[in-house]
């Protein structure tokens, strides 16, 4: 079983739609999570951290369930640019690296 | 200013050589990180440092070789370029090991011919 797993998509919605994405982890003892947000071709850029009350920042959304070990993020009113791979993101103390999911893929249309 | 910074962008070599791949961050961040992003666009990690010292190596061959001068460089070197290392390599630092998040630099996008 991969440690953090994504459905890779794509998920093809039209502008304006709201669009969640669900990531599982296997390591119990994970302690921090992110979403990250990846362009074509460029670097992973922090989109936001996932707190165990929830957290909400502009459109986006990202809950956090540590009983079954899963985290969400949701984009309200999407947008042309909102299109990328969202990756999901597990980091403990104790392995002292950050986990990558394999990303999801959302492309926004008109 | 750029936090994260690495170089060459691209890298286009022949199998067989060796290249060198730099990285520095000026965040004055404790630990930084090489990954590996392939052609399915998996990140994987591939060393960790923190204050200059190893703390992650994920089973990666030999040829690969980090070095980290002080807490704001993490270089790669690489021995000996195979057909199966063409792939973008992200440097990236964190303020704390392990429970933090990460910047990432631009990538180098390296090409084994």
């Known amino acids: 079983r991969k440690e953090v797993e994504q459905d890779p998509g794509p998920f093809n919605v039209p502008e304006g739609a709201t669009v969640a994405f669900n990531c599982t982890y296997s390591n119990s003892a994970s302690q921090s999570f992110f979403w990250y947000r990846q362009d074509c071709r460029k670097e992973p850029k922090l989109l936001m951290s996932v707190y165990s009350s929830g957290n909400e920042d502009g459109r986006f959304t990202a809950q956090l369930n540590r009983a079954s070990q899963y985290i969400s993020l949701l984009i309200r009113d999407s947008k042309l640019s909102d299109s990328a791979t969202y990756l999901c993101v597990v980091t403990s103390l104790t392995a002292s690296k950050l986990t990558f999911g394999t990303g999801t893929r959302l492309q926004v249309t008109l | 200013d750029t936090a994260v910074s690495q170089t060459p962008k691209y890298l286009v070599t022949q199998m067989g050589n060796d290249k060198s791949i730099k990285c520095e961050q000026n965040?004055?961040?404790?630990?930084m990180y090489w990954y590996k992003q392939d052609s399915k666009k998996f990140l994987k990690i591939m060393f960790s440092?923190?204050?200059?010292?190893?703390?992650i190596n994920e089973t990666v061959p030999n040829r690969f070789s980090p070095k980290s001068p002080d807490k704001a460089h993490l270089n790669l070197h690489i021995n000996s370029l195979e057909l199966g290392d063409s792939a973008v390599y992200f440097c990236a630092s964190s303020r704390e090991q392990g429970n933090t998040e990460a910047f990432f630099g631009q990538g180098t996008r390296l090409t084994v011919v």
């Open positions: 965040l004055g961040h404790d630990t």
């Open positions: 440092y923190n204050n200059k010292e190893l703390i």
